[in-house]
């Protein structure tokens, strides 16, 4: 409590600070800043709540004359070195992006350029780098104590025999050699027929709040008993037709009873669902940007940090974030400029008006080696999916050529090390 209120009390200060600094410099400046507390004041309290950092973030070759703007930076590493961010939280910067190839006619805001060097030299762009994401764990499953069900799950996802006709794996739309997905616009299963929706990847999915694009199955366990049943993915009639024919095959009598030696009846069909699941929880691909979080900024090149920075700036981390980048909330595709989809995503799950058109935010991990794009696969390259989310979630008609290739730059430092 008694820190709450020192918080508050150092904050308000620093607001003076900033206030006089204000005064001091030039009237665009000081546009810019009033600009700014109209539509961030009082965001920092609440959980999840808004960030600014961004705004002052400017390009180099941008910051001539430099305004002093002392206090303020007081408070940005106050506010950025003791978490005042959040994950998930929202951040704008969008307008602020002073890039030479998107908004030539910059609008003044000279200051503050100290700053540059606080957040920039010597590392310490990582704060807020860090406030947005997080380096994949090395496990999320003890894989010496479950290797047998790790072993009986892979070789389960592996089977084609799960399926009708013994010719659809999981592995045929999630290929493991090929970065958990089949490149397919939707994907061809029993008889070649094709559900509505895009394969998304196996790869990393274990960390989701969720699985599927609308959510609907709570984790890789549950979501595993999917698509055995699904009349277009593998046709099996019932689970029953299920355990009895993979309980005929002599290998998963042993591999069932030595994955679940505890069990006097180790083959029902929530055994299938828990041994794939702990296989998928293994499927996780540390990328270069992962050692650049780990502390490694030579991991990322200068395309690739400048496409960062404008991932962040311009607002993709406000739904791109966490240890997936991605993967953690539900959004809305078309916040902001309608996007034209006869899906209407987690409404079909919940029910509620306010959830059409919205779905699980995608993972950006592997992105580049995913296509095709979006819930049903319609967007053919990522320099497309890009531009449409800039417009569509973010307002941004126009994204220039230099901003996209600098996006995609970063976004290939999301691929996986080994399996490159
Ligand atoms: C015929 C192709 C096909 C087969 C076979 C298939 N899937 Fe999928 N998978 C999909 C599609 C399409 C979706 C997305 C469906 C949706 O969101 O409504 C999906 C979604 C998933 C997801 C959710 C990932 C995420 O990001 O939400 C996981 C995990 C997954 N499948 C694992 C499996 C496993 C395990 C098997 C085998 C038991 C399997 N799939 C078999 C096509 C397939
Ligand atoms: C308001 C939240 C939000 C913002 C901001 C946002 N996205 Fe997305 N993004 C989503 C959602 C939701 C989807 C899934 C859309 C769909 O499939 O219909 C998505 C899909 C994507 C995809 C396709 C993923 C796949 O596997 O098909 C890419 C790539 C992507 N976003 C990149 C970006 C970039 C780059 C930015 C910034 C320019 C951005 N996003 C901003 C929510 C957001």
Known sequence: ????????????????????????SGSEHQESHEQESGKHGGGHGHKGGMMHGGEHDH????????????????????????????????MHGGEHDHEDDENGDSHGHGGGHGHEGGMHGGGHGM??????????????????????????????????????????????????????????PTSPGHEGKRGGRNSPTTMNAALHIAQFWDGRASDVEAQALGPILNPVEMGMPTKGAVVQKIQAIDEYQVLFAEAFSE???????????????????????????????????????????KGLKKFMRMGCANCHNGVAIGGNSYKKIGLVEPYETEDMGRYEVTGLESDKKVF?????????????????????????????????????????????????????????????
């Open 360 to 420: 699980k935010v995608p993972s950006l991990r592997n992105i580049t080696k995913t296509a095709p794009y979006f819930h049903d696969g319609s967007v053919e390259t990522l320099d497309e999916a890009i531009q449409l989310m800039a417009k569509h979630q973010l307002g941004r008609d126009h994204v220039g050529h230099g901003m996209v290739r600098d996006i995609k730059a970063f976004l290939g430092s999301l691929t996986g090390k080994d399996t490159q």
């Open 263 to 305: 069990s006097k009846h180790p083959f029902n069909y929530n055994n299938i669902g828990k041994a794939i699941g702990a296989f998928e929880r293994t499927l996780l691909t540390p990328s270069r940007f992962d050692d650049f979080l780990n502390g490694d900024e030579d991991a990322l090149n200068k395309s690739e940090k």
């Open 1 to 24: 409590m008694i820190l709450i209120l020192l918080l508050t009390l150092i904050l308000s200060a620093q607001a003076y600070a900033q206030d006089d600094n204000k005064n001091q």
């Open 127 to 184: 704060d807020n780098v860090k406030q947005y994401f997080e380096p994949l764990p090395a496990s999320i499953i003890d894989e010496e104590k479950n290797a047998a069900l790790i072993k009986l799950g892979k070789m389960l996802y592996m089977d084609p025999r799960l399926s009708v006709n013994d010719k659809i794996s999981c592995n045929s739309c999630h290929g493991l050699n090929n970065y958990g997905v089949d490149n397919e």
């Open 59 to 90: 390009e180099e070759g941008e910051n001539g004359d430099g305004h002093g703007h002392g206090g303020g930076h007081g408070h940005e590493g106050d506010k950025h070195g003791d978490g005042h961010g959040h994950k998930g939280g929202m």
